[in-house]
């Protein structure tokens, strides 16, 4: 095959959940003829007892040479003491950085099957399926001046500086408009361009980036805290959110509460395309590595799945196979399949099975 996957298991369940996939991934080679070379390595944790760094220039190389990363989780209680820059956290960083992942897709979609494991009213989030994408690798956690100060007074000063240039708004919400095409053609641009700078020049470079290449899509504009407020109001009003690295931060964890689990949700992190139109891409689920339950068998290994899926539609244009992968994950749960996390709410062994819900993991 002539495509490329670099596969990081990583730590805790990371490699507990990937286990899973790979059988998605065979099943896929067999009976659809869809193949990878996959190269394998160690990464956080696992790579700091390999390498002593928590990932290593090898892998990074790797990792921008591969036409898809597929990333697990990282981190655990047996490296929590190590100082900052060696944590295991550190390589995911790293490779978010060298790869200049800009483009965090994180989609919010409810399952028939699991609307009543929402926060929400079922009839509030009954077919959800939207999409925020958060700007990675630039604002406030990245802008200079940063740092933390005392002044002449003997007070204690923080600063972090919110910074944006217009490159980079426009790459992301080119990333927006380009995905609205292949879904509901709707585009909501959030900031605060009422009491920011950079949320006055995020407005306009996304208005005129839409003028010029993308007046077919819709466009609108929200201040991004009345859009907290719209998301848990009326979340259908949305398709394609598009926001700065801190709004998006928040917006995207508010919005995985609609849907139930941290075990469901994916994402998907994209760079800048080459010449040649590809781009380098980290999929790996929203959740970590869940220290509480690995060993244990009981992981619920969807949104690795899901991860997958991603890659599958947005690294090698297999929108179909990416339609059966999440097909698939449908159908588990309408058959009633629950791991452990989506067994909440009270339910315990006895009443999820009078309901005709089957537990799985040991
Ligand atoms: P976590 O996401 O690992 O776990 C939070 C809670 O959700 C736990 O109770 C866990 O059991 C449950 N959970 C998470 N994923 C699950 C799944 N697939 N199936 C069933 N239950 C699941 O977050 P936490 O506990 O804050 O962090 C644990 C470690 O993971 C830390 O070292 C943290 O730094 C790291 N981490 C790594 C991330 C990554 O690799 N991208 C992201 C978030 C945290
Ligand atoms: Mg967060």
């Not at 190269?39 to 002593?52: N, R, T």
């Not at 708004?169 to 995905?179: G, Q, T």
């Not at 929200?222 to 926001?243: E, K, S």
Request: aromatic share 6%.
């Amino acid at each position: 095959s002539n495509r490329t996957l670099l596969v990081l298991p990583g730590d805790g369940i990371g490699p507990e959940v990937m286990n899973e996939v790979r059988k998605v991934i065979a099943w896929m080679g067999k009976k659809r003829a869809v193949g990878f070379d996959i190269k394998e390595d160690a990464v956080g944790g696992a790579a700091l007892d390999k390498h002593g760094l928590p990932v290593s220039d090898d892998t990074v190389k790797a990792a921008l040479e591969a036409d898809a990363v597929l990333f697990g989780s990282v981190g655990g209680p047996k490296w929590d003491t190590l100082p900052f820059e060696k944590k295991p956290e550190r390589g995911l960083l790293r490779l978010r950085k060298e790869m200049d992942l800009f483009a965090n897709l994180r989609p919010a979609k409810v399952f028939d099957a699991l609307v009543d494991a929402s926060t929400l009213k079922p009839e509030i989030v009954k077919g959800l399926d939207i999409m925020i994408i958060r700007e990675l690798t630039s604002g406030v956690y990245f802008g200079e001046p940063r740092g933390i100060k005392t002044l002449p007074n003997g007070e204690r000063e923080g600063v972090d500086t919110q910074r944006y240039t217009s490159g980079e708004i426009r790459r992301v919400c080119a990333v927006a408009f380009e995905l609205a095409r292949k879904r509901q053609n709707k585009v909501c641009s959030a900031e605060k361009a009422n009491v920011m700078h950079t949320g006055v020049l995020w407005r306009d470079e996304a208005t005129k980036l839409h003028k010029e290449s993308y007046g077919d899509v819709q466009l609108s504009h929200m201040y991004a805290d009345a859009l907290a407020m719209q998301l848990l109001r009326w979340p259908h009003q949305f398709d394609v959110i598009v926001t700065d690295n801190l709004f998006g931060d928040i917006l995207s964890d508010e919005a995985s509460m609609l849907t139930g689990s941290l075990g469901m949700l994916p994402s998907a992190s994209l760079g800048a395309p080459d010449a040649t139109g590809r781009r380098k891409a980290l999929y790996e689920p929203i959740h970590g590595s869940a220290p509480d339950i690995a060993g244990k068998g009981i992981a619920n290994p969807l949104a690795e799945t899901m991860s997958y899926a991603m890659m599958l539609r947005y690294s090698f244009d297999l929108s179909s196979e990416a339609d059966l992968v999440e097909r698939a994950v449908e159908n588990v749960l309408a058959a009633g399949y629950r791991t452990a996390d989506l067994l909440t709410g009270g339910l315990d062994d006895k009443a999820a099975a009078a309901k005709g819900l089957k537990k799985v993991g040991t």
